[in-house]
Structure formats: structure tokens, C-alpha cells
């Protein structure tokens, strides 16, 4: 199989505050995973590439220094949103991709609300 | 930059009905993925193709990769209400780029 889980399914949290969400590959090494954001009702957006030991790629008009990405191992990626505000709560998807492959596995997602 | 125009964005049919998808690009892919979401969920794949041409069925699902592997179509026989959820498309480059996704259709299936 190639399983991809998230953790937590689920954060609500005061605005200010930061919150970080893991993606594990569970039964694969990942050389790469990929962060995505969804709105209700709509597609994926990409956010960022993340690839182990190297700093992520980020998408045009995508914060940086707000949304910071840790890849550190080849089965765990995070997204740490920085300083969250009411604007960020959003459902957080990440992907992976096996090492020499093309498919992405989706993680399970992350709804998160800011207060 | 590479664009995935897929249509329906909507449809709603009756419990039996057949129904297609479409995924259209003026790009050429190396593969050419479908995803299944629920609401609250992560997309789950359902197949992918990378030959143009190439047809792939999953029991109801009949996917058709483009010869010039530009377009696809995913073809749902007798749809039932467990077909309800939301289906992307997604074209792929290589492993360590990002997947061009589509918009998606929300399929609604009534029994």
C-alpha cells in the first residue's frame, strides 16, 4: 500500500497562535511531499513543494515565513502555521510521492479553525 | 503554465444514469491521475494512465487516457449513490513535480 496520514484531523485554535500539522508516509520513503490548501467546495491548491533535507518550494503568493515547511526525514513533512488568523482556517491536505515515482498519495487532511 | 480544464464542474443524475467526465489541456502529460473526495476527506486515487490511448476500467469506471495525452475521460456506467463525491483530475510532469489539478466535478448521484 502507500498510506499517507495527518495529524491532527482536526485543531481549533485562538487567532496569534501557532499550530503545526505532520504528514507521515507510513509504509514508503518520500522523497518529496507537496502541501495543499482547499476551500469549501473548491479544488486543491498547491502551496508548496517540500523536499527532504532542502528547503521547500513555495507557490506564488504563498507566505513563507508564515506557512514554514520542514521536511527532515523521508516520511515526515510539516506545516506550521505561524501566527493564525481567522483568514487561514482552511482544510490542509499534504501529498507524497514515493522515491523514483509519479504518483501522489493524499494524506487524509487537516481541518483547521482560527478563533 | 500547464492548465487542466475539466468538465462538468456539476452534475446531478438519477440513480442508473451514465454519466461522463472530462479533463482537457493544451499540455501534453506524462500521466494523468483521478482522484475520489468526500467531504472532510483527502482525495483517494482511482487510477492512473500514462500511455496514450490507454483504457483502464475499475468495475464501473471506465478511464481513457488521450492518444496525444492531453485529455482524459473517466466514463461512470449505472452510477449509483455511493458514486456521490467530488472527482479531480490531475496531470503529472515527473516525481518530484507538482500534479496540474483540475477543478473538479461534483457528481451527485439520487436514488
Known amino acids: 500500500g502507500a498510506v499517507v496520514s495527518q495529524h491532527p484531523s482536526w485543531v481549533i485554535c485562538k487567532s496569534g497562535t501557532s499550530v503545526k500539522i505532520e504528514c507521515r508516509s507510513l509504509?514508503?520513503?518520500?522523497?518529496?511531499m507537496f502541501w495543499y490548501r482547499q476551500f469549501p467546495k473548491q479544488s486543491l491548491m498547491l502551496m508548496a513543494t517540500?523536499?527532504?533535507?532542502?528547503?521547500?518550494?513555495?507557490e506564488q503568493g504563498v507566505e513563507k515565513d508564515k506557512f514554514l515547511i520542514n521536511h527532515a526525514s523521508l516520511t515526515l513533512s510539516t506545516l506550521t502555521v505561524t501566527s493564525a488568523h481567522p483568514e487561514d482556517s482552511s482544510f490542509y491536505i499534504c501529498?507524497?510521492?514515493?522515491?523514483?515515482?509519479?504518483?501522489?498519495?493524499f494524506g487524509p487532511g487537516t481541518r483547521l479553525t482560527v478563533l | 503554465t500547464q492548465l487542466l480544464e475539466q468538465s462538468p464542474q456539476f452534475l446531478s443524475i438519477q440513480e442508473g444514469e451514465n454519466l461522463t467526465v472530462y479533463c482537457n489541456s493544451s499540455?501534453?502529460?506524462?500521466?494523468l491521475q483521478w482522484y475520489r473526495q468526500e467531504p472532510g476527506e483527502g482525495p483517494v486515487l482511482l487510477v492512473t494512465?500514462?500511455?496514450?490511448?490507454e483504457v483502464k476500467k475499475l468495475k464501473r469506471l471506465t478511464f481513457q487516457f488521450g492518444d496525444a495525452r492531453k485529455d482524459s475521460s473517466l466514463h461512470i456506467t449505472a452510477a449509483q449513490p455511493g458514486d456521490t463525491g467530488l472527482y479531480l483530475c490531475?496531470?503529472?510532469?515527473?516525481?518530484?513535480?507538482?500534479?496540474?489539478f483540475g477543478k473538479g466535478t461534483r457528481l451527485s448521484v439520487i436514488a
Open positions: 501529498s507524497a510521492t514515493r522515491t523514483g515515482g509519479d504518483t501522489q498519495y
Open positions: 509504509d514508503f520513503q518520500a522523497t518529496t
Open positions: 517540500s523536499n527532504e533535507g532542502s528547503k521547500a518550494t513555495y
Open positions: 499540455s501534453v502529460f506524462s500521466s
Open positions: 494512465v500514462v500511455t496514450g490511448g
Open positions: 490531475a496531470g503529472g510532469s515527473s516525481g518530484n513535480t507538482p500534479l496540474v
